[in-house]
């Protein structure tokens, strides 16, 4: 695809000689007399640079750039002069421009600067497309799943996401905490400041308190020098805080505090840092049996949950495992370059009816683990982890105690010969027993 550059200038005999050099380099040219009409091609063509006149009939270049940079952030604007000076130079970087440049005597410059700023305007284009794709990762839209219980809670954290509420999410591991709290902040106000998540559960007290609050060098041993807090780098952006249940209840009350005064102290300072961030939090645990043995503040829980939203259990939305199921497969086979992978319905059957403990974390991971163990392009229920086969397996005898040694056993037997293709020598080395062994084994569970 050609690059394309629009001349703004009302001198015609420079123009066609600009045009002549620049498209004699493979670009794409456009011109404008004044500042009006070239707003106006610049927004019909999208320009990657402008080479645009200081001073025109209807306007003034340098000011003129704010109004492209305002009209098309991701062009580069280059000035050209007959009289250049510094105050306008100077001036013209501030608003924008990417360089400033005397016409005649810099005509041998203009090629090599548009290519410079080419190469920006492309890294910008580069960076908008990553911050989009960002953002569609994290929006609602990437939630999987058409189940009732699932879509209840997508339109509820959609109603909130442009308010400033605290959001108190519950429900057990696994089961999207994270991911919604994503995307409440792409869908609020807040989406172009910081997004700072922290498990509360995963450091002590202490350190938990430092890496909230920061604190400044040689408030205690090791302190060697001053350290932002993750309140302070949440600054007009978004909080998180998983498992706020585990926080000790000494933090909860100074949390409480930064919450009600938009302030908080650093560990050795005395003056206080003033913030503002909105808060999101999570939890498995039921908070209010926490407060009544003591073990949660209950004024800081009726702060924090002024919204709440439960996200379902995957045993409670099993419609939706099979869409999950081959989302995972993909992302998975296009992670580890393998060809488009399938599901087999018994391997369907089996995911559906498993009970999920560890939710939709455990379905990620289980599929991660059976495309990597996979022998051909669809996955069968013998690539499946043992604890799921267990719940349903073609060929399982009816009645069958999943949970049995001898079950566990035959279903042992049976991934090894799939994994051996049928090889007795080598599925009997792997089980560490001797091939007479194996032939008993195989008659005494029909396999």
């Known amino acids: 695809m050609k690059h394309s550059v629009l001349i703004i200038d009302d001198e015609e005999k420079l123009r066609q000689l600009l045009s002549r050099i620049i498209t004699l380099e493979g670009f794409e040219v456009f011109q404008a007399g004044d500042g009006r009409s070239g707003l106006k091609l610049l927004e019909k063509t999208g320009a990657d640079v402008v080479l645009c006149d200081v001073k025109l009939p209807d306007d003034n270049g340098v000011e003129l750039v704010k109004k492209i940079k305002a009209q098309a952030p991701q062009t580069e604007v280059i000035l050209l002069t007959a009289y250049g000076n510094i105050p306008d130079g100077v001036q013209a970087i501030k608003n924008g421009a990417f360089d400033y440049i005397t016409k005649g005597d810099d005509n041998n410059r203009i090629i090599p600067l548009l290519n410079r700023a ?70 609020s106000n807040r989406k172009n400041k910081s997004f700072v998540a922290i498990n509360c559960a995963a450091f002590s007290r202490e350190l938990l308190e430092g890496e909230l609050f920061g604190h400044r060098a040689g408030s205690f041993t090791g302190a060697v020098k001053d350290q932002a807090g993750l309140l302070e780098e949440a600054h007009n952006g978004t909080l998180f805080l998983d498992e706020i249940g585990e926080m000790a209840t000494d933090l909860q009350a100074k949390l409480l505090r930064v919450l009600e005064s938009g302030e908080f102290i650093k560990i050795g300072e005395t003056r206080p840092t003033k913030i503002n961030l909105r808060l999101l939090a999570a939890t498995n645990r039921n908070l209010l049996k926490e407060i009544e043995s003591g073990q949660f503040r209950e004024d800081l829980y009726y702060r924090i949950s002024t919204f709440k939203i439960n996200l379902p259990a995957l045993r409670e939305r099993k419609k939706d495992i099979k869409e999950l199921a081959v989302f995972y497969l993909r992302f998975f086979a296009e992670k580890t370059n393998r060809k488009l992978l399938h599901i087999s319905p018994e391997a369907f059957r089996a995911l559906e009816n498993y009970n999920w403990p560890g939710n939709i974390r455990e379905l990620k ?13 669809e996955l069968h229920v013998d690539d499946l982890p043992l604890e799921i086969q267990q719940y349903q397996h073609p060929g399982a005898d009816a009645g069958e105690n999943p949970s049995s040694l001898a079950s566990m056993e035959k279903n042992h037997i049976r991934r090894i010969l799939q994994f051996t293709k049928g090889n007795k020598a080598e599925a009997a080395r792997i089980l560490e027993i001797g091939v007479a062994t194996l032939y008993r084994k195989i008659d005494e569970y029909r396999l």
Do not use: C, W
């Not at 305007?121 to 911050?131: F, M, N, P, S």
């Not at 209840?152 to 959001?167: C, H, I, S």
């Open 118 to 187: 080419l190469e920006k305007a492309a890294l910008h284009k580069r960076v908008q497309q990553l911050e989009q794709q960002l953002g569609n990762k994290y929006s609602f839209d990437s939630v999987i799943g058409h189940s009732e219980a699932i879509q209840q809670a997508v339109l509820f954290g959609r109603k909130v996401a442009p308010t400033d509420a605290t959001v108190l999410f519950t429900g057990e591991t696994g089961t999207g905490k994270e991911v919604f709290a994503r995307a409440i902040h792409e869908a």
């Open 365 to 377: 991971n289980s599929i991660e683990r059976s495309v990597i163990l996979m022998q051909d392009d």
